[in-house]
Structures are given as C-alpha cells and as structure tokens.
C-alpha cells in the first residue's frame, strides 16, 4: 500500500489548514524585519539538515546547543513584529478595489510639491521589506491619493520631515525615519539630510527613493547605492514605471 492509498479526506483537510497556516504566516512576515531573519533561519536549516546527511558531527553539535537559545532570542527581539501580527490577525484582512494610477497620483504630487518648494521624500518598496523604517512613524495602509502625499508634506505636522513609504498601491507608512548614507564622496555640500536619507535607504534596500528639495525645487532619484540629481519630470516618470513594471512581473 503507497502513501497515496492511505491518504483520506481528513489528510486533505489536515494538508489545506497548514497550507493555510504557512501562507497567513507568510503574508504577515513579508512586509516586516522578521522577513530577512527568517529567509537567513531557512538558510540555518538546510546547512543542518546538510550536516546531518553527511556526519558533519561538530556543526550538528553546535546547532542542537544553539537551537533552543536562539528560538527563545528571536522571540525576545522580535516581540514588537510578534505582537503586532497577531493584532492583525485578530482584526482581519478586508481587501480594497484601488482605483487610480499610483504613478499618476505620485508625480501629480511631485510637480505641486515642487512647484511650492516643499520638501519630500517619497519612498517605492520593491523587494526589500522596509516596515522596520516605519515603526516610529504612522501606519495609514491608505490608497495612493497625490492629496495625501502634499498634505502630509505640506501640513508641517510631525511627519512632514519623515519619509511616505507606498507599497504596491498603498501609502502604508507616513514619518518613516531612513537610515542616512554614511559615503563621503556620493553627496556634494548643498545636499542635506533628506538626500543622505535618501541614499542611505538606497544603499541597503532595493527600494526607488524621491527626494525633493525645498532650497533648490529640484528632483532627484536614489535607487540601487547611488543618487541622480536634477532629474527631469520625465524621467522620473520613466523610473517609476519601470519600478511598477518590474512590481508586475
């Protein structure tokens, strides 16, 4: 008799539930900090699994010792991320019809921005999480609307000085606080702290960063290490097609 003779009804429904259950718990991870820990904890895994086929005793050994330490740190360090996802679950997911053009709703908000010479910075996530830069900020969750952006740019509330981070279709975070660059050499002295913002986000993620400035009603882009100052509107148009292109593929 094979597996499959012996697989009933109630081993389907027993498959679909943690099928269910790993994909919840990946939906809440994806956005989050916890997501890189828990691709470099995937990665732990196989190397043990690997020492394990092959006899490699002395790293089997060191995994059995660590291994119950380390499930009770990443509990510790990651309480807050722990927290706030059973707080979603708890409420539910309800999914939005988003209407509009993200790339539309952002560059509207870029020339009126610009044209007052207001300062910004507009943050696309791509593949990398960025939800830990939003933690001090506001978590809105909210559809693109190019009104929001100005307002929250142009209020000089609390949060016009963070940065708007959109995922997808969404505003999800207003006042993020970026990591600032810490190069020398890739920003000249009449750009601030926005710029070394920018770069710096764009050093460490794969994220399109917008940065307006205030001083000179300029443009400029920070993606993959490196910034681009002056950037013509169109573009910025192009880069953020290509960002919403590659978001589709």
Same mark, same amino acid.
């Given at each position: 008799m094979t597996v499959f003779d012996r697989f009933g009804f109630i081993d389907a429904i027993d498959v679909a539930v943690l099928a269910v259950l790993l994909y919840q718990a %990946?939906? #809440?991870l994806v956005g989050s900090r916890a997501w890189n820990v828990l691709r470099g904890l995937v990665a732990l895994g196989l #190397?043990? #699994?690997?020492?394990?086929?092959?006899?490699? *005793?002395?790293?089997k050994w060191v995994f059995d010792r660590v291994a119950p330490v380390g499930i009770l740190a990443l509990v510790v360090v990651f309480q807050p991320e722990l927290r706030?996802?059973?707080?979603?679950?708890?409420?539910?997911?309800?999914?939005r019809s988003v209407r509009g053009d993200p790339v539309k709703e952002i560059m509207a908000a870029v020339r009126n921005l610009t044209a007052r010479r207001v300062g910004a910075l507009i943050?696309? *996530?791509?593949?990398?999480?960025?939800?830990? %830069?939003g933690?001090?900020? #506001? *978590?809105?969750?909210?559809?693109?609307?190019? *009104?929001?952006?100005?307002?929250?740019?142009?209020?000089?509330g609390p949060l016009h000085d963070g940065a708007?981070?959109?995922?997808?279709?969404?505003?999800? %975070?207003?006042?993020?606080i970026l990591p600032l660059s810490q190069s020398q050499g890739a920003l000249t002295a009449?750009?601030?702290?926005?710029?070394?913002?920018g770069l710096g986000l764009a050093e460490l993620s794969d994220a399109l960063i917008v940065i307006l400035s205030e001083e000179r009603g300029t443009v400029s882009l920070a993606r993959d290490?490196?910034?681009?100052?002056?950037?013509?509107?169109?573009?910025?148009?192009?880069?953020l097609r290509d960002t919403y292109g590659e978001a589709k593929a």
């Open positions: %990946y939906v #809440l #190397l043990w #699994l690997v020492a394990s086929s092959i006899g490699l *005793e002395g790293t706030a996802a059973l707080e979603r679950v708890g409420r539910g997911r309800s999914k943050v696309i *996530e791509r593949s990398t999480p960025l939800g830990e %830069y933690q001090h900020g #506001l *978590e809105l969750d909210t559809p693109v609307r190019a *009104e929001l952006i100005e307002t929250l740019f142009d209020s000089g708007v981070i959109v995922r997808g279709n969404d505003v999800v %975070y207003a006042g993020a009449n750009l601030g702290t926005r710029h070394r913002a290490g490196t910034i681009t100052t002056d950037v013509a509107p169109s573009d910025v148009v192009k880069a």
